[in-house]
């Protein structure tokens, strides 16, 4: 029965994700939803995106292993990002025509940094869209009782993102997420309430968490922890903000008020409800403390649907798996579109340059479907990596590569071409080589990557001009305000 009613919420969503695909006219629509959605689905759609199967499952899984130090990546990191782009980017950005995050590299920098860019943003979605899906076949191999494997659950998952998201772009997913976010916050916290009488109050729970010492934050007061504590805090913090996902959000704002505090309202929602997962899986050492402690050793990613599904009533069954699967498909659609419209309008157009509106539309659903099939190869392929793990790792490409041209094209005139092509060489070169050699268990990677990076940057800028500025003509739908 659970897992009918799991099947009919997933053809609800479908449903209305195709019902929302009506509004999709142009390529606009489905890129940005024309920049019609108001504030209210800014904040609903950003906070939905981030709020995915990494939060509701790897983060608990982290922080029961390793304490608040060990998530500071996410959740810390992460809604500090959106804080961010809603106080610094998300104003000057909205201000430009224009449909992708690369689209901004092209117009600043030239068609080299915008193709680069475009690749490692791309790069970077694999992990983060493979860890939805690597949840997504969780879920249908704990409701089936194991009949149905990982790789089939995750086929049937992709399958249900893909109905909607591949017709209906940004439009279905906003519409979606403002949905999904609803039933996500609800059914999490009433599952907080009902799981907190189990252990006996929420005092018992915290008191629980406090005697694991779960609440410390700071590392230890050496150079070594010091230095990986900082990367793993930026590593989203910064390496999310050239993302197309956060870009996307911004754009479809119906006003720079919108844009700017959607982001920043979304951000610190997520900052405060990622707390309640933590809170659940703690509740489960003291509800079922023995499979609670074997679950820790083999896979705590299990511990919360092994919660659910043991010591709770089908009523709470039903809100959990509804809640979880929201957060997944949210993510999961944003971050099946995001690549894909990136792709068709910053890589394909260059071979096809006069396609019309009406052909490029038709790319981008193209994408989309080429892109999920992809996705999930590798997911399937990474079988047995931590969700966590898997989204961390994403956001490391576009930190070291894409940020700091970003962030000295908005915020330094003398940025140029040259500075961007050697920021992005010193961190994708340095990042590797402290990947690929002892040195990076010294010194974190993306971290030499990122100060490589501003190196590049300024080093490139201020000396002597070898490579030419060669910024493209403005094309009709994509230029930037005077």
């Known amino acids: 029965?659970?897992?009918?009613?799991?099947?009919?919420?997933?053809?609800?969503?479908?449903?209305?994700?195709?019902?929302?695909?009506?509004?999709?006219?142009?390529?606009?629509?489905?890129?940005?939803?024309?920049?019609?959605?108001?504030?209210?689905?800014?904040?609903?759609?950003?906070?939905?995106?981030?709020?995915?199967?990494?939060?509701?499952?790897?983060?608990?899984?982290?922080?029961?292993?390793?304490?608040?130090?060990?998530?500071?990546?996410?959740?810390?990191?992460?809604?500090?990002?959106?804080?961010?782009?809603?106080l610094f980017f998300a104003s000057k950005l909205y201000q430009m025509t224009l449909l992708t995050i690369a689209d901004y590299y092209r117009e600043r920098?030239?068609?080299?940094?915008?193709?680069?860019?475009?690749?490692?943003i791309m790069i970077s979605y694999l992990g983060w869209v493979?860890?939805?899906?690597?949840?997504?076949?969780?879920?249908?191999?704990?409701?089936?009782?194991?009949?149905?494997?990982?790789?089939?659950?995750?086929?049937?998952?992709?399958?249900?993102?893909?109905?909607?998201?591949?017709?209906?772009?940004?439009?279905?997913?906003?519409?979606?997420?403002?949905?999904?976010?609803?039933?996500?916050?609800?059914?999490?916290?009433?599952?907080?309430?009902?799981?907190?009488?189990?252990?006996?109050?929420?005092?018992?729970?915290l008191a629980l968490a406090a005697s694991r010492d779960m609440f410390h934050f700071l590392p230890p007061p050496n150079w070594h922890d010091i230095l990986f504590f900082i990367a793993s805090g930026v590593t989203i913090m910064f390496g999310s903000i050239p993302q197309q996902d956060v870009f996307q959000r911004v754009m479809s704002a119906n006003s720079v008020r919108s844009a700017t505090l959607g982001p920043v309202i979304g951000g610190v929602c997520y900052l405060l409800f990622a707390f309640v997962p933590m809170f659940l899986v703690v509740s489960a050492l003291i509800i079922m403390p023995e499979q609670a402690e074997q679950l820790i050793k083999e896979d705590p990613q299990r511990i919360l649907p092994t919660l659910v599904m043991q010591k709770m009533p089908f009523v709470m069954q039903v809100i959990f798996f509804g809640a979880l699967l929201s957060a997944i498909k949210s993510t999961a659609s944003a971050t099946l579109l995001a690549p894909s419209v990136t792709f068709t309008e910053n890589i394909w157009r260059q071979f096809h340059p006069h396609m019309s509106d009406r052909q490029e539309l038709k790319a981008m659903r193209v994408t989309v479907l080429l892109f999920s099939i992809l996705v999930l190869l590798y997911a399937i392929s990474m079988q047995g990596t931590s969700i966590y793990e898997m989204v961390s790792g994403a956001y490391q490409v576009p930190l070291v590569g894409a940020f700091v041209p970003l962030l000295f094209g908005l915020y330094w005139p003398r940025a140029n071409t040259q500075g961007a092509v050697l920021s992005m060489g010193f961190g994708l070169l340095t990042w590797l080589v402290l990947l690929a050699t002892p040195f990076g268990e010294e010194f974190p990677a993306q971290l030499g990557g990122l100060l490589a990076a501003l190196l590049g940057m300024i080093l490139g800028s201020l000396g002597p001009q070898i490579i030419p500025n060669s910024r493209s003509a403005h094309r009709p739908h994509v230029g930037m305000d005077a």
């Open 130 to 205: 493979s860890a939805q899906v690597s949840a997504l076949g969780l879920v249908f191999n704990v409701l089936s009782d194991g009949a149905i494997g990982m790789p089939l659950g995750m086929c049937i998952g992709v399958v249900s993102i893909l109905a909607y998201t591949l017709f209906g772009g940004m439009w279905s997913v906003a519409i979606t997420d403002f949905i999904q976010m609803i039933i996500l916050v609800v059914g999490l916290s009433v599952l907080a309430v009902f799981s907190s009488d189990l252990a006996g109050g929420a005092d018992k729970v």
């Open 109 to 120: 920098y030239g068609k080299y940094v915008e193709v680069v860019c475009t690749v490692i």
């Open 1 to 86: 029965m659970l897992l009918f009613l799991v099947i009919v919420y997933l053809l609800v969503t479908i449903a209305i994700g195709l019902l929302a695909a009506r509004r999709v006219k142009n390529s606009s629509d489905f890129a940005i939803a024309g920049r019609h959605l108001p504030l209210v689905m800014i904040v609903t759609t950003t906070f939905a995106t981030w709020f995915g199967s990494e939060t509701v499952l790897g983060i608990p899984a982290k922080f029961v292993n390793t304490g608040l130090n060990g998530v500071v990546e996410d959740p810390f990191g992460a809604g500090v990002c959106l804080i961010l782009v809603g």
